[in-house]
């Protein structure tokens, strides 16, 4: 079992920069996938970017292509995600997950899950 701790969120003005980071406890860190995924108020949980074990492999959404850079340091067992020119509709709960398979994008394909950050962007 991963737990995942998120931190790093709050309150920033919409072009303003925010950095997440997720800690991670549990054996099996190195070797998982990291993804992070974002929840809108009153929308589904929708996918924000992964991460592949090495670092090596990383995979975007559209809507943040070019603004969020996702990051990992096995080291530290931390995932990141720089966010820059953040906008108001990046405005969600952010968690953190961790799966054992490719980069996958859909909720299901991650086991463990932090309880999120809050990120709210004013316009």
């Known amino acids: 079992q991963v737990r995942l701790v998120e931190s790093g969120g709050g309150l920033v003005q919409a072009g303003g920069s925010l950095r997440l980071s997720c800690v991670a406890s549990?054996?099996?860190?190195?070797?998982?996938?990291k993804g992070w995924f974002r929840q809108p108020p009153g929308k589904d949980r929708e996918f924000v970017a992964a991460?592949?074990?090495?670092?090596?492999?990383?995979d975007y959404a559209d809507s943040v292509k070019g603004r969020f850079t996702i990051s990992r340091d096995n080291a530290e067992n931390t995932v990141s995600l720089q966010m820059n020119s953040l906008k108001p509709e990046d405005t969600a709960i952010y968690f953190c997950?961790?799966?054992?398979?490719?980069?996958?994008?859909?909720?299901?394909?991650?086991?463990?899950w932090g309880q999120g950050t809050q990120v709210t962007v004013s316009s």
């Open positions: 997950a961790a799966g054992t398979a490719g980069l996958g994008r859909m909720p299901a394909e991650y086991a463990n």
């Open positions: 549990g054996r099996t860190f190195s070797t998982a996938t």
């Open positions: 991460i592949s074990w090495t670092g090596g492999r990383t």
